[in-house]
């Protein structure tokens, strides 16, 4: 499992985002190859040509909730 962290606005707090699980959710919704962007903070991707800088604005573009991704959510 690939976490990384991600502010969140609502607990006010990061979170662990298990990065593994947002993408296999958003390709099964997009049918469309996810690629990763290298950069310095590594959370770039790119689907369908259009970049997302955060796992919360990839989530949000896919009307997904980062939380249902957190590792606490994961685990439960």
């Known amino acids: 499992?690939?976490?990384?962290k991600e502010y969140s606005e609502t607990a006010k707090r990061d979170?662990?985002?298990?990065?593994?699980a947002l993408l296999k959710a958003i390709n099964e919704i997009s049918e469309s190859e996810i690629q990763r962007v290298?950069?310095?903070?590594?959370?770039?991707?790119?689907?369908?040509?259009?970049?997302y800088h955060t796992w919360r604005e990839l989530a949000e573009?896919?009307?997904l909730d980062i939380h249902d991704f957190s590792v606490t959510e994961v685990n439960r």
């Open 1 to 4: 499992m690939n976490t990384e």
């Open 15 to 20: 979170v662990n985002v298990d990065v593994d």
């Open 38 to 51: 290298d950069d310095d903070e590594g959370q770039r991707v790119s689907v369908d040509g259009r970049e």
């Open 61 to 63: 573009a896919f009307e």
